[in-house]
Structures are given as structure tokens and as C-alpha cells.
């Protein structure tokens, strides 16, 4: 027992010892959007209902023209309405009966951030796009749906946009960070180009 306690020991020190010489890396932030816009950029980009959504966090009604043309969409893609990210696909789409998109997980691209939501007086988990923090919805969990992950992403369909399989995906809304700017002249004009102005 004692040469056990002595191993066990020796083991936890030279694993401290080890990882003292790792280098120290900062960890990037994992909420920072990619896209980021005024409110007033945002208001030219979409409409005031899409804005409402997205950007202050707002809910659609419930069993809406949105969800009723949601319903009846086919094998496809939904995209951030606001950055054009990837967000969900058709093969996770579900009917839950609840009155807005459902999907039991997100697409294989990854895009949706889920965070803790306390507001309303409720504990809730509220899903964003990791590339621009757009409000799609809330997902839930153990409500008993026959699916492979039993949750339920409750997603504002104005808070998407569908593409048709083989249809041709939205353009990703580019970062327009002074940052992003100067990089671009600067590749440019290694490669012998002149920035445009």
C-alpha cells in the first residue's frame, strides 16, 4: 500500500513538473463573432422583423407564414440569415408540433453556439451563430422526442434562410474590420496588386 501511495505520488509531481514546461498560450474568446456591425449596418441588411430576431433577441409568433412555408421545405440547407453561415441541414429537421423550426441537432459545419440565457425569469439555453451572434433560438433537452439526440433546437425561422439541395449556398458575409482591411492591402500587395481604395 505504502509503494503504491509513493508511485502515485512520484506520478502527480512529474506530471506538475511536465506541465510547467508547456508553453502558455492565451485562449481566444469563444463568443467573439467573426462579423461584427453597428445596429444601423444591421438595419440596412434585413428586415425589421429579422432584426428584431437576430440582433435584440426577439421571438417570432408561433405556427407563422415562416413555419408553415418551413413545414413544407424539402432535402436542403438552412443558412444565418444574417452572415450566411451554415447552420442546420434538412436530415436533423424534425416536426415537434411546438410551432417553429426544429431540429435535433445542428449541421455538421458547427456554426451554433449554445450559451446560458437567464433572462425571464427562466434558466434556458440560448442558441447564437458562432460567426456573427445572430439569436436563432433556445435548444431543450429529455422532452421525450424519438431522436437520435432528444433535444429540440427551437430555432425563428426569420432567422433563417433555405437553399435547396443543389441550390446555390448564400455568400458569407466578409469581416469589415479595419484589421481585415489592412491584411487584405497588405496580401495584395505582396502579390503585386494595388489595394483598392
Given at each position: 500500500m505504502k509503494a503504491l501511495c509513493t508511485a502515485t505520488l512520484a506520478l502527480i509531481f512529474l506530471s506538475v513538473l511536465h506541465a510547467e514546461d508547456k508553453p502558455k498560450t492565451?485562449?481566444?474568446?469563444?463568443?467573439?463573432?467573426?462579423?461584427?456591425?453597428t445596429e444601423e449596418e444591421w438595419k440596412k441588411l434585413l428586415t425589421d422583423d429579422q432584426f428584431k430576431v437576430t440582433r435584440q433577441q426577439g421571438t417570432e409568433r408561433p405556427f407563422g407564414h415562416i413555419y408553415e412555408e418551413f413545414e413544407k421545405q424539402g432535402e436542403g440547407t438552412y443558412f444565418c440569415v444574417c452572415c450566411?453561415?451554415?447552420?442546420?441541414?434538412?436530415?436533423e429537421k424534425f416536426h415537434s408540433g411546438c410551432g417553429w423550426?426544429?431540429?435535433?441537432?445542428?449541421?455538421?459545419?458547427?456554426?451554433?453556439?449554445?450559451?446560458?440565457?437567464?433572462?425571464?425569469?427562466?434558466?434556458?439555453?440560448?442558441?447564437?451563430c458562432k460567426?456573427?451572434?445572430a439569436h436563432l433560438g433556445h435548444v431543450f433537452e429529455g422532452e421525450g422526442f424519438?431522436?437520435?439526440?432528444?433535444?429540440?433546437?427551437?430555432?425563428?425561422?426569420?432567422?433563417?434562410?433555405?437553399?435547396?439541395?443543389?441550390?446555390?449556398?448564400?455568400?458569407?458575409?466578409?469581416?469589415?474590420?479595419?484589421?481585415?482591411?489592412?491584411?487584405?492591402?497588405?496580401?495584395?500587395?505582396?502579390?503585386?496588386?494595388?489595394?483598392?481604395?
Open positions: 492565451a485562449l481566444k474568446p469563444a463568443n467573439s463573432p467573426v462579423i461584427v456591425k450566411g453561415a451554415e447552420l442546420f441541414t434538412s436530415t423550426p426544429s431540429f435535433y441537432d445542428s449541421s455538421k459545419a458547427k456554426n451554433v453556439l449554445e450559451r446560458t440565457d437567464n433572462s425571464h425569469g427562466m434558466r434556458r439555453v440560448e442558441t447564437v460567426r456573427c451572434g424519438k431522436t437520435p439526440t432528444d433535444r429540440r433546437f427551437c430555432i425563428n425561422g426569420v432567422a433563417l434562410k433555405f437553399v435547396a439541395k443543389g441550390g446555390q449556398p448564400p455568400k458569407l458575409l466578409e469581416p469589415a474590420s479595419a484589421d481585415v482591411q489592412k491584411k487584405k492591402e497588405e496580401v495584395a500587395k505582396e502579390g503585386g496588386e494595388v489595394p483598392k481604395k
